[in-house]
């Protein structure tokens, strides 16, 4: 049984790492700053939530559990949210999406300022 953990675990390991690489190279490769928070928030957000939860997975105190599956929530709930008024603000302050975009959705709500 506690060979199959480890597998587990380890798999967890190296997905979670997996999205967390392709997360960093999001920010390092792609054009503008909301593609770059795009990446960082969703691959960022998943790989670190898979690594607590192969860190619940392996550990054996209900303590540890409970303070990674507490982070994996606390990741779940505030990244998004930042990265939603990180791009918001972004926009606000004048920087305009890259020509890969197609559509301007906030192009008639929000004003630059003059």
Same mark, same amino acid.
């Given at each position: 049984?506690?060979a199959?953990?480890?597998?587990i675990? $380890?798999?967890m *390991? ?5 999205f !967390?690489?392709?997360a960093? @190279?999001?920010?390092?490769? #792609?054009?503008? %700053?909301?593609m770059?928070m795009?990446?960082?928030s ?5 790989g670190? $939530?898979?690594? *607590?939860?192969?860190?619940a997975?392996d !550990?054996?105190d209900?303590? @540890?559990?409970?303070?990674? #599956?507490?982070g %994996?929530?606390?990741?779940?709930l505030?990244?998004p ?7 918001k603000?972004?926009?606000a302050?004048?920087?305009?999406p890259?020509?890969?975009t197609?559509?301007d ?8 300022k003059?």
């Open positions: 049984m506690n199959i953990v480890e597998i675990t $380890g798999l *390991l190296v997905t979670g790492a997996s !967390a690489l392709v960093s @190279v999001g920010l390092i490769r #792609l054009k503008d %700053v909301y770059r795009h990446a960082a969703k691959a960022g957000t998943l670190s $939530g898979v690594m *607590l939860l192969a860190l997975v !550990a054996g209900l303590g @540890v559990v409970t303070r990674a #599956l507490a %994996v929530v606390f990741f779940l505030t990244a949210i930042s990265a939603h008024l990180l791009a603000a972004a926009y302050a004048g920087y305009r890259c020509a890969d197609k559509t959705a906030l192009a008639e709500t929000i004003q630059p003059t």
